[in-house]
């Protein structure tokens, strides 16, 4: 690595219609601005979400669509829920051969869901540490990472038509099946830590298994935005392109009658015969995530390994920080400055506590993947994101993040711990140690695959 450097919500039956702008979050990653500006319509009458979810089957095909493009197809618990439900009918629906997910418009896949309704939950009924399982923030991630463990394990191809901007939930909701299908306007980040949460939904497991070296928590601890199809598919997060004029044709072609085939690979074969005529082939080389892979494993890799080297996962962002600086001030090449800079601004940005469990999490997967540990099961990793998740929602960063970002938007969080050297290593480990029996995630009562 030496040639980098020089030498020397509510739940009610009211319509609550709440502006949220994720552009506030995605600017402080210090890349191009993104207007992703839009209003969330909060409405949970069963006909409401059968109007944000469209569940149909045409020939063999089990489809279900993300239909509320003014909300940049964000998902609130009950439209999860749904979702949930509609895969496990395909499923048992020895007639369904496929599973097809994609969304209305042109703009989103999925943004994700909905942040500010869960901190309104929070708001309304306060918890100490560990919520009950029917409280609302409970509920919506019961129900993210049950489904995301019955996508892993679905039996039946599980193909994502991944369209337009796909972040937070929106990833969890696509990047565990089977095929992942980017066009030139897919847009990815998971820019949780700019929140006071942490990028969940099993991201860090796919990192761990398809991303190239520390690509993975480099996408984690900036936030930053890929947006062609050779950084998705470099990344692991798509497995083909199609360009979006295309998708008609292709949904049409997947909808012809399908059969049922005897087991999964089979089942895929088919699947992929009809995909290949409208998938053209990506030169990943020329992925700016190659270009900059130098770089991030000489800033981002030592820190997977943090834990034995003694240090504290606070001490280990700093040296990544540092590194960051000392490749801004000493690259050979102006590209590995800029590089440098970005990062550095993204996450001095983001919340300390955030980018600490970010690291803490990711080189735990990181290990497991490797060693075929407990979190290399999605099992067990889901139970771990669901006590993480549940806890960091109720913590002063993430009412005060959301307050910052999408309540006041005067965009100056005010975090606590401020500083990274404050963050300790043992305030992480109650974040993801485990709940009274009880009150953890409930996979019996949870999969319905």
């Not at 749904?82 to 009918?89: F, G, N, S």
């Not at 129900?143 to 972040?167: F, R, T």
């Not at 001095?348 to 970010?358: E, F, N, Q, V, Y």
């Not at 540990?373 to 006590?387: A, C, F, T, V």
Request: proline letters at 5%; a negative charge.
């Amino acid at each position: 690595m030496q040639t980098l450097l020089r030498p020397g919500y509510r739940h009610g039956k009211e319509l609550l219609h709440l502006q949220c702008n994720l552009y506030h979050a995605l600017r402080l990653t210090g890349l191009p601005s993104l207007d992703l500006s839009f209003t969330v319509g909060h409405r949970y009458s069963t006909a409401a979400n059968e109007e944000h979810l469209l569940v149909r089957k045409e020939a063999g095909l089990g489809r279900i669509t993300v239909n509320r493009p003014k909300a940049l197809n964000a998902k609130n618990c009950e439209m999860v829920e749904a979702a949930h439900q509609a895969l496990a009918d395909f499923v048992k629906n020895k007639e369904a051969a496929a599973v097809l997910i994609d969304s209305s418009g042109d703009k989103a896949f999925c943004a994700g869901g909905d942040i500010r309704d869960i901190r309104q939950a929070v708001l309304d009924s306060r918890y100490v540490k560990d919520p009950p399982l029917d409280h609302r923030a409970a509920r919506v991630f019961q129900a993210e990472y049950s489904l995301m463990c019955d996508i892993v394990n679905c039996p039946i191809p599980y193909i994502s038509l991944c369209n337009g901007i796909w972040m937070g939930f929106g990833v969890g909701f696509a990047v565990h099946g089977d095929i992942r299908v980017v066009t030139e306007n897919t847009m990815f980040a998971m820019p949780e830590n700019m929140i006071g949460l942490w990028p969940d939904v099993g991201f860090a497991r796919v990192a761990a298994n398809n991303a190239p070296g520390a690509t993975g928590l480099y996408l984690a601890l900036t936030g930053s935005r890929l947006k062609t199809p050779e950084d998705l598919l470099y990344a692991g997060l798509g497995t083909h392109f199609v360009p979006s004029g295309q998708l008609p044709a292709l949904r049409e072609a997947l909808a012809k009658p399908l059969k049922r085939q005897p087991d999964k690979q089979h089942g895929m074969q088919q699947i992929l015969e009809r995909l290949q005529p409208y998938a053209q082939e990506v030169d990943t080389s020329s992925a700016q995530l190659a270009h900059d892979q130098a770089a991030i494993e000489y800033c981002f890799k030592p820190a997977l390994g943090y834990k034995a080297t003694g240090q504290s996962a606070g001490q280990a962002v700093l040296d990544i920080l540092s590194t960051l600086r000392e490749l801004a001030d000493n690259a050979q090449a102006e590209k590995d400055k800029d590089f440098a800079k970005i990062a550095m601004k993204s996450m001095s940005a983001a919340c300390p506590t955030s980018l600490c469990l970010s690291l803490h999490h990711f080189a735990q997967v990181h290990a497991d993947t490797q060693s075929h540990g407990p979190l290399s099961n999605i099992y067990d990793l889901m139970k771990q994101e669901y006590r993480g998740a549940t806890r960091m929602v109720s913590r002063h960063d993430f009412i005060e993040g959301v307050r910052a970002m999408m309540v006041d938007k005067d965009k100056s969080p005010k975090w606590d711990p401020k500083d990274l050297s404050q963050v300790s290593d043992e305030d992480l480990d109650s974040i993801l140690d485990a709940m009274p029996k009880e009150l953890e995630l409930g996979w019996k009562e949870q999969l319905l695959i």
